[in-house]
T-cell receptor
């Protein structure tokens, strides 16, 4: 059984650029959630994808968007990067969209300069 | 919106002492989950509580869910150096797919 993987591990971008982060869910999981974790804070829910559809969204602007593919892997896209977007981006997969334990990947550390 | 606070923010204990972190939600939760994040790592699921007043134990860890389903606690007996990390509670509202994480309690152990 393969765990949740994310790529890349680290990324440095310039303000105004766009970035795509990738996540492969754990085998058997059909739901992927994305979180932003700033230094010293708890993860903040960005959105969730269930069966290739967005299934809920946190308080993040539309420049944060995502996709889920038929194999349940997922992408997080962020346009027009801002300095405050610098954070650890975590992907978590689960057996379903509600009330299931989240299996987190190792995260992507994004730095915006 | 739903807010989940934890106290204390930091806790330094001598190895062998007990540790408790408290979690309070601004709204009633359908369930509460606890995660542990080691320094430089990612959150790892510990447990989920669903029922009002539920108590669960995992070896030296005891988890409680309040009667009103708005608060929870994690108690560690006789801490060990392997317990170092940040402990987060996280809750779902009813019919809400959004998992709201608490502010976390960072535990450090003095050998």
């Amino acid at each position: 059984e393969t765990g949740v993987t994310q790529s890349p591990t680290h990324l440095i971008k310039t303000r105004g650029q766009q970035v795509t982060l990738r996540c492969s869910s754990q085998s058997g999981h059909n739901t992927v959630s994305w979180y932003q974790q700033a230094l010293g804070q708890g993860p903040q829910f960005i959105f969730q994808y269930y069966r290739e559809e967005e299934n809920g969204r946190g308080n993040f602007p539309p420049r944060f968007s995502g996709l889920q593919f038929p194999n349940y892997s997922s992408e997080l896209n962020v346009n027009a990067l801002e300095l405050d977007d610098s954070a650890l981006y975590l992907c978590a997969s689960s057996l379903g969209p509600l009330s299931y334990e989240q299996y987190f990947g190792p995260g992507t550390r994004l730095t915006v300069t | 919106g739903q807010q989940v606070m934890q106290i204390p923010q930091y806790q330094h204990v001598q190895e062998g002492e007990d540790f408790t972190t408290y979690c309070n939600s601004s709204t009633t939760l359908s369930n509460i989950q606890w995660y542990k994040q080691r320094p430089g790592g990612h959150p790892v699921f510990l447990i989920q509580l669903v029922k009002s007043g539920e108590v669960k134990k995992q070896k030296r860890l005891t988890f409680q869910f309040g009667e009103a389903k708005k608060n929870s606690s994690l108690h560690i007996t006789a801490t060990q150096t392997t317990d170092v990390g940040t402990y987060f509670c996280a809750g779902h509202g009813f019919g809400n797919e959004k998992l709201t994480f608490g502010t976390g309690t960072r535990l450090t152990i003095i050998p």
